[in-house]
């Protein structure tokens, strides 16, 4: 079985995934004021119940960021005492797995991924002329789309936006993760590093 953890939408949720069909789906909050250092355990362990999940766990993904600083710290933590308990294969979905898996169908210079996250956190990632991630982070209405974005990707809500000729489609990553599974690059030993964003840079 396949855990998936989703750290950067609003609500959190774990997926429990088998021969690349989801069994099971539980939010691990019920709304953003929740506390994720509250739930997560105890929504670990009612999968577990359910599924004997610790016995049949063979891989885990997690997103990565960017997103709500809490809940990637939170969730990091609790997927890497897991990993390394159960001694399983890890694969982290970051923006630029999205990218990668994007670039047969966009021009991925001409990309762009909105994220909505917790907390009222949103971010703007790019992908600059020389391959690298690029993030902004959204503190307000002053945010100015680069003129070479033509497609945007968006996890919960639209961009607002005043240029209509920009499109924007829905994604989500769950979707992406069951769709292009085997374009991750799965580890025993490799570390997890949440991106965490402060003044558009990366602090890891």
Do not use: W
Request: proline share 2%.
């Amino acid at each position: 079985m396949l855990l998936f953890l989703d750290l950067i939408s609003s609500i959190p949720e774990f997926t429990i995934i088998e021969d690349n069909k989801v069994i099971l789906r539980q939010e691990i909050i019920s709304k953003e004021s929740d506390k994720l250092s509250d739930n997560i355990i105890q929504s670990y362990i009612e999968i577990n119940n359910k599924l004997n999940l610790t016995e049949k766990l063979s891989k885990i993904v997690t997103t990565i960021g960017p997103g709500s600083y809490t809940s990637l710290r939170v969730g990091c933590a609790f997927i890497s005492g897991l990993k390394l308990a159960k001694n399983v294969l890890f694969a982290p979905l970051s923006m630029k797995e999205i990218f990668d898996f994007k670039s047969d169908i966009y021009k991925t210079d001409s990309l762009g991924i909105f994220i909505s996250s917790s907390n009222n956190q949103k971010f703007f990632c790019t992908k600059n002329n020389i391959g690298y991630m690029e993030y902004i982070k959204i503190d307000n209405s002053s945010f100015l789309l680069p003129d070479n974005i033509k497609t945007i990707l968006f996890n919960s809500e639209k961009l607002d936006l005043d240029n209509q000729k920009v499109k924007q489609l829905k994604f989500s990553f769950l979707d992406e993760l069951l769709k292009y599974s085997d374009k991750l690059i799965f580890l025993k030993d490799n570390i997890i590093r949440p991106i965490y964003i402060s003044n558009n840079k990366i602090l890891n």
